[in-house]
C-alpha cells in the first residue's frame, strides 16, 4: 500500500469519477484503474460498486477512506515537520471556508501568512458551512472557516472575529425611501436568502423569526454574490454580512434598512479536527489568523 495508491483512491471516491480523479492528479485513467485494483487485491475486497447505472463506495471502502484521509494527513504533517528542520515552512495548507468567509475574509487574511512564508502553498474551496464542516470532520481539508454554530462533536472551534449582518436593499425599492422600516414592513417584503445549511441562512431563519410568525416570500440563491447582485436588482431585502455590503453601500448601490432591530452579530471561527492541531501549516495559520489582533 503506496501514499500514491491512497491519494488516487480518495480521490476516486470524493469525485466518483475516474476520469476526473485521473484529471485532478495529472494520471491517466488506465493508471488509476491499476491503483485501485492493486488497493482492492491487497485487501482482498471491492472498494467501489461500478456499473453504467451506479458507482458507490463499499463499506469496506469506506473505512480505508476515512483512514486513507488520516495516513494522508499525517504524511504530509511529517514532510513539513521536517522541512521545519530548515526552518522553512512549505508545503500544502488546504482550507475549507463559508461562502461569505471565503468571498470577503479569508484573502485579506492570508496576506501575512504568505508574506512570512511564501513557499507556502494554500488551496482554498467555497462552500456553505455545513459542508465545510463535514470536510473538516472527514479530513478532505486540513482546516475550517465557518459563520455560525458547529453541529459536529469532537471539531475545535477558534473564534477569530465578529462579523454583523445588516438588513439590505437596492436603491430602487420602494423601503429604501424611508427612514424607518417597520417589522410589518419587512415581513411584506420579499426576502432573498441562501440555501439551507449556509450560515448566513440559519442567522436569517433567527432575524425573521424575531420578526413574527408571518413567512416572508422568499427567493433562495446559493452565493452571497448571487444574493447580492438580486438586491441591486430590486427583487427583495437581504440580510448579508457587512463584509459582502461594503462594496455594495460604497457605491450607492445598496441602501441599509434601519429597522431597529437589536444588532445581529455572529463569531468567526476557525474549525479544525483535534488531530490536525499539530500540523505546521495548521498552528501556523492558527497564530497568524486567530491570533491577531
Not at 36 to 51: D, K, W
Not at 102 to 122: D, I, Q, S, T
Not at 262 to 274: G, N
Request: charged share 25%; aromatic share 4%.
Amino acid at each position: 500500500m503506496l501514499l500514491e495508491q491512497l491519494k488516487t483512491f480518495t480521490e476516486v471516491a470524493e469525485r466518483k469519477n475516474f476520469t476526473k480523479a485521473g484529471e485532478a492528479l495529472n494520471l491517466a485513467q488506465p493508471t488509476v484503474s491499476l491503483h485501485i485494483r492493486q488497493l482492492e487485491e491487497e485487501f482482498g475486497t471491492p472498494l467501489f460498486i461500478r456499473s453504467r447505472k451506479q458507482f458507490s463506495i463499499t463499506p469496506a471502502g469506506r473505512l480505508l477512506y476515512e483512514k486513507a484521509r488520516q495516513l494522508l494527513a499525517l504524511a504530509e504533517e511529517t514532510k513539513e515537520d521536517m522541512m521545519r528542520q530548515s526552518g522553512e515552512l512549505t508545503g500544502t495548507l488546504t482550507v475549507a471556508a463559508s461562502y461569505t468567509i471565503g468571498e470577503y475574509v479569508l484573502p485579506r487574511l492570508l496576506e501575512n501568512l504568505l508574506a512570512a512564508h511564501p513557499k507556502l502553498e494554500v488551496i482554498i474551496s467555497i462552500s456553505n458551512t455545513e459542508e465545510v464542516e463535514a470536510k473538516v470532520r472527514e479530513f478532505r481539508c486540513d482546516v475550517g472557516c465557518i459563520e455560525g454554530t458547529v453541529r459536529l462533536d469532537g471539531l475545535t472551534a477558534v473564534p477569530f472575529m465578529e462579523d454583523e449582518l445588516i438588513v439590505v436593499c437596492g436603491t430602487g425599492h420602494p423601503l429604501a425611501r424611508m427612514a424607518d422600516v417597520s417589522p410589518e414592513e419587512l415581513q411584506q417584503a420579499r426576502w432573498i436568502t441562501r440555501e439551507e445549511g449556509s450560515g448566513t441562512r440559519e442567522h436569517t431563519d433567527h432575524l425573521l423569526r424575531s420578526l413574527g410568525h408571518v413567512k416572508p416570500a422568499r427567493m433562495i440563491i446559493g452565493s452571497n454574490g448571487g444574493v447580492i447582485q438580486a438586491v441591486v436588482a430590486g427583487l427583495g431585502v437581504a440580510a448579508v454580512s457587512v463584509h459582502a455590503a461594503k462594496d455594495g453601500l460604497e457605491t450607492g448601490q445598496l441602501v441599509q434598512l434601519d429597522a431597529h432591530l437589536p444588532p445581529q452579530k455572529r463569531t468567526f471561527s476557525i474549525l479544525h479536527a483535534p488531530a490536525m492541531a499539530g500540523h505546521a501549516a495548521v498552528s501556523t495559520f492558527l497564530k497568524t489568523v486567530a491570533g491577531r489582533k
